[in-house]
């Protein structure tokens, strides 16, 4: 038998940073996510975002790569977006962030991702992103 337990913080944004995400279409997607997370073996610990992105934490099986469980995520809510009435055109960007965390951190993460809202009236996601990336020892890169 084995045990793991893989927490990875996933950041993506939508095609282009446009605000395509409308606070009442919010909850209906972020459970969406959830259910595509549990079909595929996954566990959702916390799913938020704003306008123009999401934050997922996901708990991985041991045999999900992390590459693996942001396409299926993006590709499942991508389609599902399309389909609602409101919808003209849903993409999310093909970049995402995807950050491992430690247990420790886990609480943490869960309140960081459910309060995103409030986060965002003080800070833009550019600024955000460029803090966790040098949080994890990153830079941001040009293309």
């Known amino acids: 038998m084995s ?8 950041i ?9 995400i409308s606070n009442e279409l919010q909850p209906e997607l972020w459970a969406y996510m959830g259910g595509i997370a549990r079909t595929n073996r996954m566990k959702a610990l916390a799913i938020g975002g704003t306008l123009d992105h999401a934050h997922l934490l996901l708990s991985l099986p041991a045999t999900m790569a992390v590459a693996k469980a ?27 962030g995807a950050f491992t965390i430690g247990i420790a951190q886990r609480e943490a993460t ?12 003080k800070k833009s996601f550019d600024d955000e992103f460029k803090i966790i990336l040098q949080r994890h020892g990153m830079e941001l890169y040009a293309k």
Request: charged residues 20%; without cysteine; hydrophobic residues 35%.
């Open 110 to 121: 869960i309140q960081y991702i459910l309060t995103q809202a409030q986060h965002h009236a």
């Open 12 to 20: 993506f944004s939508t095609q282009g940073r446009k605000p395509l």
């Open 3 to 10: 045990y793991t337990k893989v927490l990875v913080h996933y």
């Open 70 to 96: 942001v396409q299926v995520i993006k590709a499942g809510s991508s389609k599902w977006l399309n389909s609602q009435k409101n919808t003209k055109w849903f993409e999310w960007q093909e970049e995402y």
